[in-house]
């Protein structure tokens, strides 16, 4: 083939799509759809199938304006414009939109124009207008309902303005209301659909794991699973918990969850405050694995000096003195509370989920993977046998501020 053939057929998607990634006919209704809702395993090919539509859309109407919305401005770009699947990869080279990035804007030679758009920012979308949309990990979106429910007052031009959406699934009310939506076309695929395009050990070593896992059958199987019986937290109760923002807060601290080591399990960093009216506001999951020890100190340090915390609180898994040094290599100035588990991680959590019960502690935000592992903590632990780090950092944080926590003022302010 001559390049010029090679690229075409590199871009014919018709070639290589899986059932899954090409437009459906009909809605679950048997309508016309205007939301098409993709629920997918990590690696399913759910960017590819959004990329692809969102390009069928631009060279079909010279008018389109569409929006392309990502859990950030930063995954928007990685992700869904420059990533190996997004929508610079999938033109070909004599079609490829023009990418300007300091405007966050695509443009096409046919007159058609997408702009990038972060739903860290739900009104960033007011004022816009649009006849078509990309919204990528809606499930994982810090402000979903207000991001959604915004880009939707804009999609108001064209004779049928539609979107796509592409997620790994989580049992969140918006997504349980987009599956059950007549006007919703639901289409579903699990992570081995698309081994071709994945690394064989990938495949072995995260499906060996996880297998038969509720954490499998979300991240891989593309299952939308809801809460196990025993669970210690609801998910209706966190969204019942859930604000936009904290108010002004008296005290803040940051909680680490050191790892015992730097295979699998994760360091729990986890960040809450005392607000002004007397509640407790978890701020920030800050959470990361495979960090050394230095790596793990710097994170933690890096979220206390963002929030102007008041102190920095560590388990310590593996003795006092070997915490402290890590933390203070890295900075001696900071502040740090050694705390030790003397009950096990069930006995630890079983209070603090009683405080959320008594409706005294909020989520300013979402935190998709620690409220996971809150909604999959029973008496056995997680599901799969794995490490609650998150959870076990967000309790210890929770903790600072309840059952005869002392209640020191904010040495700084916000």
Partial sequence: MTPREADDFRTDFVNFAHPHQMPPERANSGADWTTWLILGGRGAGKTRAGA???RSVALADRRARIALVGETEHDAREVMVEGVSGLLAVHRRRERPQWIATRRRLEWDTGAVAQIFSAEDPDSLRGSQFSAAWLDELAKWRHADATFDMLQFGL??????????????????????????????????????????????????????????????????????????????????????????????????VAVDPPGSREGAACGIVAAGRGSDGLIYVLADESAAGLSPQGWALRAIALWRRLKADALIAEANFGGDMVRAVIAEADRDVPVRVVHASR??????????????QGRVKHAGAFPALEDEMCDFGLDGLSGGRSPDRLDALVWAVTAFTHGARGEPRVRGL
């Fill in 344 to 357: 096990g991680k069930y006995a630890r959590a079983e209070p603090v989920s009683q405080v959320y019960e």
């Fill in 156 to 253: 108001r031009l064209g004779g049928r303005p539609r979107q796509v959406i592409t997620t790994t699934p989580r049992p969140i009310a918006l997504i349980r209301r987009l599956a059950l939506d007549p006007r919703t076309a639901l289409t579903h695929a699990a992570t081995r659909v698309n081994a071709f395009n994945l690394a064989p050990d990938f495949l072995e070593t995260v499906i060996a794991r996880y297998r038969d896992t509720r954490i499998g059958r979300q991240e891989i199987d593309g299952e939308i699973v809801e809460e196990r019986a025993d669970a210690l937290w609801t998910r209706s109760g966190i969204e019942a918990a859930r604000v936009a923002a904290a108010p002004s807060l008296t005290r803040i601290v």
């Fill in 52 to 54: 692809e539509w969102i």
